[in-house]
Nanobody, 111 residues
Framework: QVQLVESGGGLVQAGGSLRLSCAASGITESVSAIGWYRQAPGKLRELVATITRAGNTIYTDSVKGRFIITTDNAKNTVNLQRNSLKPEDTAVYYC?????WGQGTQVTVSS
């Protein structure tokens, strides 16, 4: 059974940084890509960053230059370094694999 645990969220002031981590377990098949999603109150879920098995990264325009997605294969984790945070980055962040979703981690950026 696949389990995903997102962590690292919290309250931060605008301009600050936070590093999110997603620990995955129970994965039995190779994953071609992993992404971080976020959902702000009253908004649709949004894919913000993706990393492929080859290490290629893709970012949505609103986070380019501020967010960095990386993986640690030894620890089965996917990380999202988030810099220069803005109030509009406030959301619950998720890192699903396939149809499996964790509980997410809340990030609140104060102005």
């Amino acid at each position: 059974q696949v389990q995903l645990v997102e962590s690292g969220g919290g309250l931060v002031q605008a301009g600050g940084s936070l590093r999110l981590s997603c620990a995955a377990s129970g994965i039995t098949e190779s994953v071609s890509a992993i992404g971080w999603y976020r959902q702000a109150p009253g908004k649709l879920r949004e894919l913000v960053a993706t990393i492929t098995r080859a290490g290629n990264t893709i970012y949505t325009d609103s986070v380019k230059g501020r967010f960095i997605i990386t993986t640690d294969n030894a620890k089965n984790t996917v990380n999202l370094q988030r810099n220069s945070l803005k109030p509009e980055d406030t959301a619950v962040y998720y890192c699903p694999i396939g149809v499996n979703w964790g509980q997410g981690t809340q990030v609140t950026v104060s102005s």
